[in-house]
């Protein structure tokens, strides 16, 4: 059976016995027998190696530094193993130090015996973790890389690939059903001449010999649990990431994160071989796997570069040609900008200078390149994630003047500020785009035919909203008038129906107060789209549990003025919010309009109109032939009015909107202060409904007489709301009314609300807002637009 796993420990995890002894835990409980292992030189080793090289190259005394550093390595023997396998790396360890100090002793060191002083540090480690998993009592061999890894001298070795991997497939053959510890960050030429892998060079002989083996799974261990969303030691509330593609890390490691090397990343590429990275000091903590592939759109990523180095220089010829000999020499710039047609820039770190002007330089003459110049001064704030384009505006929002536009690419947004600016902007970004979605819990109230509307509608918008507001939009809660669905996880507007048939329960307001109070969502906004005087009596519970809300329900809006004045004063302390629109004119916008006004600086004198869609299709269709109570008969038949149609004639329903308005516009009156003229005669106001619609035609001779006497003085008969408070009167009124037939009431299409404001700015040509005044679709689209519009409040900064 091929093997599945390979570990890497680096030095931290290995600096002292009880690192030891917690590596080797792990090995025993989070793997196979025939796992491999890589591990890196314990502690501080490599340091005191260097250490050592540098003393003798200065020609000052370095005995006394070996011996402290072999006291170090033979204390982690002695406390690590028992007498026959200490007594025998004992013995190695002698050895070593006479090769060390004959080395040391040589009046020139060649290179490779300058990287062969420095390779001891991992053959140590390797050979005590080797002893201390036999020591448990399991099969290990720890194994030198040099036997494992060829390569090519260069500023960085070159691997021979296929000649590596007969080696390891060699030498996996040679030791089945063994845990190989091998060592990381050195290999040999092909004369066994030792050669040093560079920075993070065991982590990436770890994901090499794993490419090599046809191993499934690398995991690095280290002192840090994984891949957070942005650095956990700088950015407050930074979180770890459980998953991210393999192309999402390379990116990331190449614009500055802590944990990532693009070389380690480099042998994965073209694999189905998997990297996780754990901290050896919480193993049974999450940690970050980094997989070849990522189908879901990740989470995005900020880091930062705190010194990075910018190189402008004119251009003559096409940028593809100097960007492909750019990364011909291994010098992908980390971002790009085109100033002007000639004039370009590019970022590299500030380890790349040399390779970047010499290659500049080589080419200039060629690709017409001229006044290179370097600027320092700058740092670097990136975005990393596969989805990064839906990020764009909010993290251009927090450019500020100094910063470089945004550089863009698959993967990665990118800018430059000057360096004093990194941090603040990268917590800002973090914040903005990569910190805790807000969780937005949605609470329906009411599901008749608007709420259903909503319903459908919210559910063909809940992505893009949520994408758009960068929060998590869900319906949590479902009410209607003898049950209620609360959940917490979300409830889909696709399946409630079905939902609320087999989980909803009877409620009374205080159990539901109490269910409502489980819901982990940042912020809940309620949607009243009922018509229950009841409910808008729980107004006050809602807003003192720090509960949002939307009304289509004009109860309370136009409700008793004391009760008005103590919801308005609940929102102020609190900074809640709580929005009516669709409570008068549906999807027309009479109150934005009202509002607008006012932030204008503008005073509305007087408001008019035709609130009633019903009343509008009655009087649009009335002709004083066919009786006033046969259309009446017919429009019921339509269902263009309530049930009982003396909610509609009775004016009530116009009134309430008349009284929203006012208050609105900084009116405080009261229902009984808009004077009301009901079409209902007196005598059929409390008659059971069937008895109305018995004796509904006593209406219709004052209605024909009033007719005919307005057509007469050619005006029309239509049932009219006005507020006017012009000087220092006000009158307000609900009324059926004689207007002239050029008057903007007088030629609706049937069915029409139509809202007329006259105020300091609008004065002889008064604004008029015209349109469908009711349906279900518009007002359902009026609640969805005063939830959104909420949401936008909640989430700003």
């Known amino acids: 059976m091929a093997r599945s796993h390979l570990h890497k420990f680096g030095g931290s995890s290995l600096a002292d016995p009880d690192c030891y002894r917690r590596v080797a835990h792990i090995l025993l409980t989070h793997g196979r027998p025939d796992d491999l292992v890589v591990v890196s030189a314990a502690g501080k080793t490599t340091n005191f190696l260097y250490k050592l090289l540098a003393l003798r190259e200065a020609k000052q005394l370095w005995q006394e530094e070996l011996q402290v550093l072999m006291n170090y390595q033979q204390n982690l023997i002695e406390q690590l193993l028992g007498n026959e396998q200490a007594r025998q790396l004992r013995e190695r360890l002698s050895s070593d130090r006479s090769q060390l100090m004959t080395l040391l002793q040589l009046e020139q060191l060649s290179e490779y015996q300058c990287s062969e002083v420095v390779s001891f540090g991992e053959r140590w480690s390797a050979r005590l973790m080797a002893a201390l998993l036999r020591e448990s009592g399991v099969a290990a061999s720890n194994i030198d890389a040099r036997q494992l890894l060829i390569a090519d001298e260069g500023a960085v070795p070159k691997i021979r690939t296929e000649a590596s991997r007969e080696l390891v497939q060699k030498t996996l053959q040679e030791h089945p059903d063994e845990r190989l510890v091998i060592t990381g960050f050195i290999c040999a030429n092909p004369n066994g001449e030792t050669l040093l892998l560079g920075r993070n060079g065991s982590d990436f002989s770890a994901t090499l010999i794993a490419s090599l083996a046809d191993i499934d799974r690398v995991t690095i ?240 918008a809940q992505k893009r909203l949520s994408r758009e507001l960068e929060a998590q939009v869900e319906l949590v809660g479902i009410v209607r008038s003898r049950e209620a669905l609360v959940d917490d996880n979300g409830i889909s507007s696709s399946d409630w129906q079905a939902r609320m048939a087999n989980e909803a329960t009877p409620y009374q307001y205080d159990h539901l107060f109490e269910r409502i109070e489980t819901l982990t969502a940042d912020e809940l906004v309620a949607l ?93 269709q009335y002709d004083g032939v066919k009786p006033f109570s046969e259309l009446v008969l017919q429009a019921k038949g339509l269902g263009i009015t309530e049930p009982d149609p003396r909610d509609d004639l009775s004016g009530r329903d116009m009134q309430r909107k008349l009284l929203i308005l006012a208050r609105e516009i900084g009116l405080e009156l009261e229902l009984e202060d808009i004077q009301l003229s009901s079409l209902v005669p007196a005598n059929l106001v409390d008659v059971p409904l069937d008895e109305f619609l018995a004796r509904m035609h006593e209406m219709d001779d004052d209605l024909a007489q009033q007719f005919a006497a307005a057509n007469e003085q050619n005006k029309v008969l239509r049932y009219v709301a006005a507020l006017d408070r012009s000087g220092d009167s006000l009158q307000a009124e609900v009324s059926l009314q004689w207007v002239e037939n050029s008057h903007p009431y007088a030629n609706l299409t049937p069915g029409d609300n139509v809202f007329v404001i006259r105020s300091t700015f609008y004065q002889g040509n008064p604004l008029i807002i015209r349109g469908p005044g009711a349906g279900r679709e518009v007002t359902a689209a009026a609640v969805q637009s005063d939830l959104v519009q909420i949401c936008k409040d909640l989430l700003q900064d």
């Open 528 to 620: 009243d789209i009922s018509a229950s005087a009841a409910l808008t009596l729980q107004y006050p519970e809602f807003f003192s549990r720090g509960i949002h809300m939307v009304s289509a329900n004009k109860l309370a809006g136009s409700g008793p003025l004391t009760f008005y004045r103590e919801l308005k004063q609940m929102l102020s302390n609190r900074r809640l919010f709580w929005r009516y629109n669709a409570s008068c004119g549906a999807g027309l916008p009479i109150q934005h309009a009202l509002n607008d006004l006012h932030n204008s600086g503008d005073s509305v004198a007087a408001i008019g109109g035709i609130f009633s869609g019903t009343l509008c299709w009655l009087f649009e």
């Open 221 to 460: 261990w280290t002192d840090v649990e994984g891949v957070f969303n942005a650095d956990p030691n700088k950015i407050q509330g930074a979180k770890l990431l459980k998953t991210m593609s393999l192309v999402e890390a390379d990116r990331l490691a190449r614009l500055g994160s802590p944990v990532l090397h693009s070389r380690t990343l480099q042998p994965l590429f073209d694999t189905q071989v998997s990297l996780a990275v754990r901290s050896s000091y919480a193993p049974q903590t999450e940690f970050t796997l980094v997989t070849p592939q990522c189908d879901a759109a990740s989470a995005p990523v900020v880091t930062n570069l705190d010194e990075v180095l910018s190189i402008t220089f004119q251009l003559d010829s096409e940028w593809n040609a100097l960007f492909d000999a750019f990364i011909a020499a291994g010098l992908r710039p980390l971002a790009h900008w085109q100033h002007s047609k000639f004039r370009h820039e590019v970022v590299f770190t500030p380890e790349l200078r040399k390779q970047a002007q010499a290659l500049l330089t080589s080419v200039s003459a060629e690709l017409q390149i001229s006044d290179i110049q370097e600027h320092l001064g700058f740092g670097l704030v990136a975005l990393v994630s596969s989805a990064a384009a839906q990020y764009r505006r909010s993290f251009a929002r927090l450019l500020s003047r100094d910063a470089r536009p945004l550089y863009q690419d698959e993967l990665s947004l990118v800018t430059l500020v000057p360096q004093g600016q990194v941090s603040l902007l990268t917590q800002k970004v973090h914040r903005r785009c990569a910190g805790p979605r807000k969780r937005i819990g949605i609470i329906v109230l009411g599901v008749g035919n608007i709420g259903e509307a909503w319903l459908n509608l919210f559910e063909s």
